[in-house]
């Protein structure tokens, strides 16, 4: 067969054919100070692995010392802390969660002092709190009362400013939220305190292992009333429009994997940050499928978070920031 020569000017694998260019003409990149590091942490001792999520779990205050201890060796600076609350201590109103020498509000001061430029992110929502289950107050005939539930967050976000938060996560999607807490917190003097905002989260099959982690599940029901509804994407530029008026510093889409659209779109229409969440199902499906030998866990890994920071996210959080920066740092 006589070989045929393509006249072509625009040749593409010019720019593939050495390490070299291809690091140069790179277009995405990330590095541990892009990532989050989720951490759940209990008031006891030791530490309770997660049977869904191999390679986390349920870290004493200790233990979550020692962790963060790893993660910013490898210039991971960013956490967020999501507490598992003694039953005991739960009621239909979450007034734990305002609680100001509860769990949480004492882990902030201890990692304070020992990393004073350490950004700590904290979840506001009463699901860990509620001895129902879920992010808000849930009235006698099952609806989630959003009024009444976003005072109390507006409680529980004081208490976490006052103990030394940088960043305040509402994760319950109540309307109006937003705005309360940024009124709240400048009104107390917490102008610097920064916004978070859950703006797109999914009423998603994927969180199961997060509700392992934190026996926070709901007792009835389900929360399709307040999380958004996996078939739509235009509603998110809706709740976008809405927490950047509100005072938002920042935009979070959850889960991240299967909602890169979303990412995008949201990148697309608005000039604020855009945070996107790898969940507890998206790790276990990795980790899973690393454990049993049939993925390079490395290199999927590497891949699904550069495919979300391409989708337009300025932050990740992942349980693999740690491991991600190790290796980086050539310590794996």
């Given at each position: 067969?006589?070989?045929?020569?393509?006249f072509?000017?625009?040749?593409?694998?010019?720019?593939?054919?050495s390490?070299a260019?291809?690091?140069a003409?790179?277009?995405?990149?990330f590095?541990p100070?892009?990532?989050?590091?989720p951490?759940f942490?209990h008031?006891g001792?030791?530490e309770?692995p997660?049977?869904?999520?191999?390679?986390?779990s349920?870290?004493?205050?200790?233990?979550?010392l020692?962790?963060?201890?790893?993660?910013?060796?490898v210039g991971?600076r960013m956490?967020a802390?999501?507490?598992?609350?003694?039953?005991?201590?739960?009621d239909?109103?979450?007034t734990e969660?305002?609680?100001?020498?509860?769990?949480?509000p004492?882990?902030?001061?201890q990692?304070?002092?020992?990393?004073?430029?350490?950004?700590i992110i904290?979840d506001v929502?009463?699901?860990p709190?509620?001895s129902?289950?879920h992010d808000?107050i849930v009235?006698p005939?099952?609806?989630?009362?959003n009024?009444?539930?976003?005072?109390?967050?507006?409680?529980?976000?004081?208490c976490?400013?006052?103990?030394?938060?940088d960043?305040i996560a509402?994760s319950d999607?109540m309307?109006?939220?937003?705005?309360a807490?940024r009124e709240?917190?400048?009104?107390?003097?917490?102008?610097?305190?920064?916004i978070?905002?859950y703006?797109a989260k999914?009423?998603?099959?994927f969180?199961?292992?997060?509700?392992?982690?934190?026996?926070?599940?709901?007792k009835?029901?389900?929360?399709?009333?307040?999380?958004m509804?996996p078939?739509n994407?235009r509603?998110?530029i809706?709740e976008a429009a809405?927490?950047e008026?509100?005072?938002?510093?920042?935009?979070m889409?959850?889960?991240?994997?299967?909602?890169l659209?979303?990412?995008?779109?949201?990148?697309?229409?608005?000039?604020l940050?855009?945070?996107a969440?790898?969940v507890?199902?998206e790790?276990a499906?990795?980790?899973a499928?690393?454990?049993?030998?049939w993925?390079?866990?490395?290199?999927?890994?590497?891949?699904?978070?550069?495919g979300i920071r391409?989708a337009?996210?300025d932050?990740?959080?992942?349980?693999y920031?740690?491991?991600v920066?190790?290796?980086?740092?050539?310590?794996?």
């Open positions: 067969m006589t070989q045929r020569r393509l072509l000017r625009e040749r593409p694998r010019r720019n593939r054919k390490a260019i291809r690091d003409v790179r277009e995405t990149a590095g100070e892009h990532l989050v590091l951490l942490v008031d001792d030791g309770i997660i049977g869904s999520m191999p390679g986390c349920r870290c004493s205050v200790a233990g979550l020692a962790e963060v201890e790893r993660a910013h060796g991971v956490v802390l999501f507490p598992a609350i003694d039953d005991a201590l739960k239909p109103t979450g969660s305002y609680n100001d020498d509860g769990l949480v004492r882990v902030i001061e990692l304070k002092n020992r990393w004073p430029e350490l950004m904290t929502a009463l699901d709190y509620s129902d289950g808000g009235a005939d099952g609806r989630i009362l009024d009444e539930t976003v005072e109390v967050l507006c409680r529980q976000a004081l976490q400013a006052r103990a030394g938060a960043v509402p999607m309307d109006g939220r937003v705005g807490i709240a917190l400048d009104d107390e003097g917490f102008s610097e305190v920064s978070l905002a703006t999914y009423a998603s099959a969180y199961g292992p997060f509700r392992e982690a934190l026996d926070s599940a709901p009835s029901g389900d929360k399709k009333t307040y999380q509804d078939a994407a509603e998110a809706r809405l927490d008026a509100e005072g938002a510093d920042m935009l889409v959850k889960p991240a994997g299967p909602y659209d979303v990412v995008r779109l949201l990148r697309e229409h608005s000039t940050p855009i945070a969440y790898q507890s199902g790790y499906m990795l980790k499928a690393a454990l049993r030998g993925l390079d866990e490395r290199r999927v890994v590497t891949e699904s978070l550069l391409r337009g996210a932050v990740v959080l992942t349980y920031a740690r491991q920066g190790e290796w980086l740092a050539g310590e794996a």
